[in-house]
C-alpha cells in the first residue's frame, strides 16, 4: 500500500520544517516545495508558488496541501493573500484537503481574554484585516463546494528554529545574564510550541472530512511575562548554562526612534497590543476531535528544547562555553 502524501508548501520555513518532521514520523511520504532542493531528507520540488500548473503535475496523487509559506511582515499587503490563493488554487488542483495556519490577529485589539471558534473577527489593524479576507475567501471557495480547508489558530510560535519572538528579543540577551518581556509581565499571551503545533495538522489530515470549512482553535501554552521569563532561566539551569539574574520589561523606545526609517519595526509596533491585551486559546474542540492525536509538550521541556535549538544554531556566537546537559524533550 502507498504510503498518503503531503505537499508541504514554504517547507524550508520553521513551520513547514516543524511540519516536515511530524508529517514524516506519522508515515506519510512527504513532498517539499521551496526555491532551492535540499540534498538529502524529502524530495524538494523548486517550484514558485505562482507556477500551480507544474506545481500540481509534480504533486499529482497529495492528498494534503499545508500552506506554510509566508511572506516577509513587510510585504504582507503586497504577497499574503495572493500566495494564499495560489495555495487554494493547488489544492483545488489536487483535490486535495488544504491545511491553513491561522492567528489572533482578526480579533483585533480589543479581542476578549478567551478566543473560540465562536470569538467573532473585528480586526484594528491592516494585517488583521488581510487575515480576515483571507478566511473568508477560504470560506468562499468552501462554501461553493470547490475546495476542503482546515483552518488551525495558533498563538505565537516558538520552537524548532530561529525568527521567533524568542530568539530575536526575550532570550536574545542571556549572554549578559538577561531576559526581556515585550510587554506588562502580568499579561496572558499564547504561544505554540512547533513540534506539538505540526502534529495537530497531522492529526487534522488524518481525520477525513467532507467538504467544507472548518477552524480549529490550539490552545498551546498561556503563559504570563512573568512565567515565560521564571520558566527560560529554569531551562538554562537545566541545560548547565548560567542562570540570568535580571528578568525586565523591554524598553519599546528605541524601536520607536527607529521606525521611522526601518519598515519592518513599524509593522512589529503596529501589533504591539497583543503584548498588553491579556489573551488565551480555548483548545477544548480540537482536544476532543483529536483525542490522543493532540500533542502538549510540557512547558519545562519545550523550553529546554527550543533553547538548546538555539544554541546548535549559533544565535549566540559561540555561547554558552559551558556543556550543554541533555535535553528532555
Known amino acids: 500500500m502507498s504510503l498518503p502524501t503531503v505537499l508541504i508548501l514554504g517547507a524550508s520555513g520553521r513551520l513547514g520544517q516543524a511540519a516536515s518532521t511530524a508529517f514524516a514520523a506519522s508515515g506519510w511520504r512527504v513532498l517539499r516545495q521551496g526555491r532551492q532542493a535540499r540534498a538529502g531528507g524529502p524530495p524538494t520540488l523548486a517550484l514558485p508558488l505562482a507556477n500551480t500548473a507544474a506545481l500540481a ?43 491553513m495556519p491561522g492567528n489572533v490577529y482578526g480579533y483585533g485589539a480589543d479581542m476578549p481574554a478567551l478566543l473560540s471558534e465562536a470569538t467573532p473577527a473585528h480586526p484594528s489593524t491592516a494585517k488583521g484585516a488581510l487575515r480576515l479576507q483571507l478566511e ?27 525568527g521567533s519572538w524568542l530568539d530575536l528579543a526575550i532570550a536574545k540577551p542571556l549572554p549578559q545574564g538577561r ?25 487534522l489530515a488524518e481525520r477525513r472530512g467532507a467538504m467544507g470549512y472548518q477552524s480549529w482553535s490550539f490552545e498551546g501554552h498561556t503563559l504570563t511575562g512573568e512565567e515565560l521569563l521564571a520558566g527560560l532561566a529554569q531551562a538554562a539551569h537545566a541545560l548547565g548554562w548560567p542562570v540570568p539574574a535580571r528578568l525586565e520589561r523591554m524598553a519599546w523606545w528605541p524601536w520607536q526612534l527607529a521606525a521611522p526609517v526601518l519598515p519592518l519595526l513599524r509593522e512589529v509596533l503596529a501589533m504591539r497590543y497583543l503584548w498588553q491585551r491579556p489573551h488565551a486559546l480555548d483548545g477544548s474542540a480540537l482536544r476532543q476531535h483529536l483525542g490522543e492525536r493532540l500533542v502538549h509538550t510540557p512547558l519545562a521541556w519545550a523550553l529546554q528544547a ?22 528532555l524533550a
Not at 61 to 77: E, K
Not at 321 to 326: I, V
Open 179 to 203: 531576559l526581556q518581556y515585550p510587554g506588562p509581565l502580568d499579561r496572558a499571551h499564547a504561544w505554540a510550541y512547533l513540534p506539538d503545533l505540526a502534529q495537530a495538522f497531522v492529526g
Open 306 to 327: 527550543s533553547l538548546a535549538d538555539l544554541a546548535r544554531q549559533g544565535l549566540w556566537k559561540g555561547w554558552p562555553a559551558l556543556p550543554q546537559r541533555e535535553v
Open 136 to 162: 473568508q475567501e477560504l470560506q468562499a471557495r468552501a462554501a461553493a463546494g470547490r475546495l476542503r480547508v482546515r483552518l488551525l489558530r495558533a498563538g505565537d510560535f516558538f520552537g524548532a528554529g530561529l
Open 57 to 99: 503535475e509534480a504533486a499529482a496523487g497529495a492528498r494534503v496541501v499545508l500552506h506554510a509559506a509566508n511572506p516577509a511582515y513587510t510585504r504582507w499587503g503586497q504577497e499574503l493573500l495572493p500566495m494564499a490563493r495560489q495555495a487554494m488554487d493547488l489544492a483545488e488542483r489536487l483535490d486535495a484537503l488544504l491545511l
